[in-house]
Nanobody, 116 residues
Framework: VQLVESGGGLVQAGGSLRLSCVAS????????MGWYRQAPGKQRELVAQ????????YYGVSVKGRFTISRDNAKNTIYLQMSSLKPEDTAVYYC??????????WGQGTLVTVSS
């Protein structure tokens, strides 16, 4: 399984961005998918996660109510709609897929910069 993120960029505080992550390869073996982020000098943290079946979601406390994760299984793609962005949302955002018998697979990351 390979993951490719896109959609990062520079945005002003209060603005919005949508990230995309396209999976390729043995996509039938993917279960949960999610977005993590890592700011300079900080640990990588879970932003949002979505299940494959019913599409159950989980959000980190700092983004709940502002970010929305969604999934299109037909396109092997997940999205992260980010609204009301804050400077503290600045980070490299990574896509993650939980792959059967393999564990976690990561994308290369996409940088989101929120200016004040």
């Amino acid at each position: 399984v390979q993951l490719v993120e896109s959609g990062g960029g520079l945005v002003q505080a209060g603005g919005s961005l949508r990230l995309s992550c396209v999976a390729s390869g043995s996509t039938f073996s993917i279960n949960d998918m999610g977005w993590y982020r890592q700011a300079p000098g900080k640990q990588r943290e879970l932003v949002a996660q979505i299940g494959r079946g019913r599409g159950s979601t989980y959000y980190g406390v700092s983004v709940k109510g502002r970010f929305t994760i969604s999934r299109d299984n037909a396109k092997n793609t997940i999205y992260l709609q980010m609204s009301s962005l804050k400077p503290e949302d600045t980070a490299v955002y990574y896509c993650n897929a939980q792959v059967l018998y393999k564990g976690g697979v990561w994308g290369q990351g996409t940088l989101v910069t929120v200016s004040s």
